[in-house]
């Protein structure tokens, strides 16, 4: 049976959470698309940045079912008992075990149990963390036999670190998609052995700052080195994601579709 996931990049501020979560929006895109379950990246989906509870019930009552994280999923400490206490949030499973919230949860959609893991690469980025490719072995060991279709956002900087984790992963994972720089890349596809990948899905925000951002902002920042408070972008907003179409019986790819609203 083919079942749909709809995976929808980091959701980039108050901005980006009003846009996504305008009456009818995202579930019309679902209807459009036949989707079964949908997957956000809410690292940034509050005001500023990071993830609090009212930006998490927002993206679920709008249609998302799963949330997943990133570096940023504890800068606001009024979510930690969520992360702790909601099943439906994940947080980068190879942080401190210490760290509030899980690395990896279910998702059981009429009878298909989905095994969604979250990881944070290494490269650039500024908290070192343990090996992600270890940590993606003891998910899928431990948890073997318990699901029909896995999916693994790798919440990463460099494109060669996500696209490693692609090929060290397919054919064991039905889905593997990248989060963190915001930009679409366009290189979908299904893996020879069965994995779909791509290496970002890009944002849920607004496309007239950079990543998300005011622009003023980041530009100070690059031409004159000096800090400067970020502020979100506003207007232009667009939904960036991708479709993967899975064979729940083999656990393997059909296709991958990414899309941009
Ligand atoms: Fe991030």
Known sequence: MAFKILA??????????????????????????????????????????????????????????????????????????????????????NFPGKAPGVGYTYADVNGVRVLVFNLSGNAF???????????????????????????????AETTSEKIAMGWYLDGRVSAVFGTHT???????????????YITDIGMCGSMNGVLGVKTECILHKFTVHTPCRFEEATGDEHLHGAVF????STGKCISVETIRK
């Open 8 to 93: 929808l990049g980091d959701v980039v501020g108050e901005c980006g959470t009003k846009f996504l979560t305008r009456p009818g929006f995202l579930s019309g895109i679902k209807r459009e698309y036949g989707i079964d379950l949908t997957i956000a990246n809410g690292e940034n989906s509050a005001k500023g940045n990071g993830l609090t509870p009212d930006s998490a019930d927002s993206l679920f009552d709008a249609g998302v079912d799963i949330i997943t994280g990133g570096n940023h999923t504890w800068q606001k400490n009024q979510v930690y008992s969520m992360l702790d206490d909601d099943g439906r949030l994940v947080r980068p499973a």
């Open 125 to 155: 980025m500024l908290e070192p963390v343990a090996s992600p490719y270890e940590w993606a072995d003891k998910i899928l060991e431990n948890e073997a036999g318990k699901y029909d279709v896995s999916v693994l956002d790798f919440h």
């Open 245 to 248: 179409e899975i064979d729940s």
């Open 182 to 196: 915001h930009v679409q890349t366009a290189d979908g596809r299904v893996l020879p052995k069965g994995t779909g």
